[in-house]
């Protein structure tokens, strides 16, 4: 009886211990040619990508970007300026990525 109780926590501890599936974080894209038309483009290219929460799009015009949350475990920093980019709105990269994650 013992056994199975321990038995019982370890696998509750294990189900609460599991890999994660998500990992939400934020990042800001500098789009220095942004004009309030182009709003619409991004949020349509953004779209079609799993990981992407639009519903937290901040945009700031005056600073020309956008904030906004994804989810690293789905789609990459890179690939959001990437389809930013492809939809047309200039996007500035970050020119030196090999210290971080993700970018």
């Not at 500098?30 to 309030?36: G, H, Q, T």
């Not at 519903?55 to 020309?64: F, L, P």
């Amino acid at each position: 009886m013992r056994s199975a109780i321990v038995l019982a926590l370890f696998a509750a501890l294990a189900a609460l211990g599991g890999c994660r599936r998500e990992d939400v974080r934020e990042m800001t894209v500098l789009m220095p040619e942004l004009k309030a038309a182009d709003k619409a483009k991004v949020a349509e290219a953004l779209a079609k990508y799993q990981g992407v929460l639009k519903d937290s799009y901040d945009w700031d015009m005056s600073a020309k970007t956008l904030t906004l949350k994804y989810d690293s475990m789905k789609i990459a920093q890179a690939n959001i300026r990437y389809a930013i980019d492809e939809a047309g709105v200039k996007v500035s990269f970050p020119e030196k990525t090999d210290d971080r994650a993700g970018h």
